[in-house]
């Protein structure tokens, strides 16, 4: 599936200017997790897909999410009720799909193109158009809870560890082709030496704060019993984790400053076999 298509499987929103105030009910409305009803492609209806692992996701910051099965999908858009149809700009990594959107109640509709730039003035994606055209439907799911159920699902895997900092002082090369760490999707990780455990522990995360929060509570290693607060990222199959000492406040960077107590470390997700 190209970009710009998976753009249009997606759906979050800003006030834009001059109708500020219908955009912020539309926004108010839009929170929520939602399921594909139909998707229409130049014409072509696609097969239905299941909710627990096809959905949209919108947050109450404006910024979406797209689940696709493994493939996961980030962005925004921006929001312009004042138009007839109503606009929105979607914006995924830099690329912006011009589409239209209609809401009513617990549903709601989108369209737009796929291969150019021309925003569609109906809903209607006919063969050779190059429209997507989707229905999608409000579920009971908690906003939070699917975040975090996304969360655990981008963190499951095997990563090797490429870099580690404590206290500004970095270990080698060497040292970190040693170190692989292992995470279930119950969130237990567990960080393995040369094959062997020397850490593990219980996680919760946090999506809904910026940056994402995890708490690392161990359960093997000196610190067993204890809880480490730290933040995470992952970007390109890179995860980053900040995390300070336990029983000490939570980062609010990803850096490891001299004194700190802060350790910074980064890891690449091995790709299964083929």
């Known amino acids: 599936m190209t970009t710009r298509l998976s753009l249009m499987l997606a759906c979050g929103l800003f006030g834009g200017v001059g109708g500020e105030d219908a955009a912020r009910k539309d926004y108010a409305r839009f929170e929520g997790v939602w399921s594909f009803a139909l998707v229409e492609v130049d014409g072509?209806?696609?097969?239905?897909?299941?909710?627990?692992?096809?959905?949209?996701?919108?947050?109450?910051?404006?910024?979406?999410?797209?689940?696709?099965?493994q493939r996961v999908t980030r962005g925004s858009f921006k929001l312009d009720p004042s138009k007839t149809p109503k606009h929105f700009d979607n914006t995924v990594k830099d690329k912006t799909t011009l589409c239209i959107y209609e809401l009513d109640g617990d549903t709601y509709k989108i369209c737009g193109s796929f291969r150019g730039n021309e925003r569609p003035i109906t809903f209607e994606s006919k063969p050779g158009s190059g429209l997507v055209s989707q229905v999608l439907r409000r579920e009971k799911q908690d906003v939070k809870a699917a975040l975090i159920e996304v969360g655990r699902q981008e963190l499951a895997g095997t990563w090797q560890a490429v870099s580690y900092a404590l206290d500004g002082k970095?270990?080698?090369?060497?040292?970190?082709?040693?170190?692989?760490?292992?995470?279930?999707?119950?969130?237990?990780?567990?960080?393995?030496?040369?094959?062997?455990?020397?850490?593990?522990?219980?996680?919760?995360?946090?999506?809904?704060?910026?940056?994402?929060?995890?708490?690392?509570?161990?359960?093997?290693?000196?610190?067993?019993?204890?809880?480490?607060?730290?933040?995470?990222?992952?970007?390109?199959?890179?995860?980053?984790?900040?995390?300070?000492a336990t029983d000490k406040p939570r980062p609010t960077e990803f850096a490891s400053k001299p004194g700190s107590g802060h350790t910074l470390m980064t890891y690449k997700r091995e790709k299964a076999p083929k």
């Open 44 to 69: 072509k209806k696609q097969p239905a897909v299941p909710f627990e692992t096809h959905k949209v996701i919108i947050s109450n910051n404006g910024n979406f999410i797209v689940v696709q099965g």
């Open 170 to 244: 970095t270990a080698s090369d060497e040292d970190m082709k040693r170190i692989k760490l292992v995470i279930d999707a119950s969130g237990k990780a567990t960080a393995l030496r040369d094959g062997k455990v020397f850490i593990a522990s219980t996680t919760t995360i946090d999506p809904t704060k910026a940056p994402v929060q995890i708490d690392m509570t161990y359960t093997e290693g000196d610190s067993k019993g204890r809880t480490a607060l730290g933040i995470y990222k992952i970007e390109d199959d890179v995860l980053t984790i900040c995390r300070n």
